[in-house]
């Protein structure tokens, strides 16, 4: 049984940082692509990173510079690190994963950027 768990949302402050977790298991991690997602209320989810098995990455426009994103495959692990967060990322963050045995999503996190 495939599972995603993230970690790592919370409440953070304008201009503050989270890295967000995703830890797999039930698949072979090392040749998967890790994508992130975030729906914020009443909006529709979007795409946010992804970073391919070779370490290739690639960023929606309103987060390049500001977000990163990396995995372990040691620890089957996709992160995302985001700095100077924005009120308007307040969103649960959803990660995915595409495996050859299918794709998959995590249950999400809530980042909520606050004062």
């Known amino acids: 049984q495939v599972q995603l768990v993230e970690s790592g949302g919370g409440l953070v402050q304008p201009g503050g940082s989270l890295r967000l977790s995703c830890e797999a298991s039930?698949?072979?991690?090392?040749?998967?692509?890790v994508g992130w997602y975030r729906q914020a209320p009443g909006k529709q989810r979007e795409w946010v990173a992804t970073?391919?098995?070779?370490?290739?990455?690639n960023y929606a426009g309103s987060v390049k510079g500001r977000f990163t994103i990396s995995r372990d495959n040691t620890k089957n692990t996709g992160y995302l690190q985001m700095n100077t967060l924005k009120p308007e990322g307040t969103a649960v963050y959803y990660c995915?994963?595409?495996?050859?045995?299918?794709?998959?999503w995590g249950q999400g996190t809530q980042v909520t950027v606050s004062s």
């Open positions: 995915r994963v595409w495996a050859t045995s299918g794709a998959y």
């Open positions: 039930g698949i072979i991690f090392s040749p998967t692509v």
């Open positions: 970073i391919t098995s070779d370490g290739i990455t």
